[in-house]
């Protein structure tokens, strides 16, 4: 028998039908409440738990997975795969952007273009994956459909997304 979190967080995430997200100690807070208001994901952040506040990125992808969330972060660090391994992870997305209007425009995104257009599991498209998203990233190409190609979004080698076709 395991922790409370442990035990529901499986049951959760088929009940809330939401991402489920797992958002570190770098992101700023306004963005925080965009995801929880505006894009209405389960967010769990770090800095409101005393606890965790000054927790390892280690310890940080192993909750986040426990948890069963999406780890959302601004680190760069978490896209060294031998470090974190994908495969490992209940999906990572590492954002990019230069400045608090394009990380929101970046979540905005990713909500409409990836969390709400999968008919993967509710709240964990990335499961075993990784994406570091960038202002270039590009999601829907020619078709529209999603692209995990041109996303690289994969279980090893790099997890960079490729640029927009101009």
């Not at 700023?28 to 005393?50: G, I, N, Q, S």
């Not at 202002?135 to 529209?144: I, K, L, S, T």
Request: with cysteine; charged share 25%.
């Amino acid at each position: 028998m395991g922790t409370l979190a442990s035990e529901l967080s499986p049951h959760a995430a088929g009940i809330a039908g939401q991402p489920r997200v797992y958002v570190d100690a770098n992101m700023p807070a306004r963005l925080v409440t965009l995801m929880r208001t505006l894009l209405k994901w389960d967010v769990l952040f770090v800095m409101e738990h005393d606890d965790l506040r000054r927790a390892s990125d280690g310890l940080h992808f192993r909750l986040a997975r426990q948890l069963h969330r999406t780890l959302v972060t601004l680190d760069r660090d978490y896209l060294d795969d031998r470090k974190f391994p994908p495969a490992e992870s209940a999906g990572v997305l590492v954002l990019c952007a230069p400045n608090e209007n394009g990380l929101a425009a970046l979540l905005k995104r990713l909500d409409r273009e990836v969390f709400r257009l999968t008919g993967e599991a509710p709240g964990l498209p990335f499961a075993g994956h990784k994406l570091h998203v960038h202002v270039d990233w590009c999601a829907r190409p020619e078709g529209g459909q999603l692209n995990t190609a041109l996303a690289r979004r994969s279980r090893s080698g790099k997890s960079e997304a490729e640029p927009r076709q101009r």
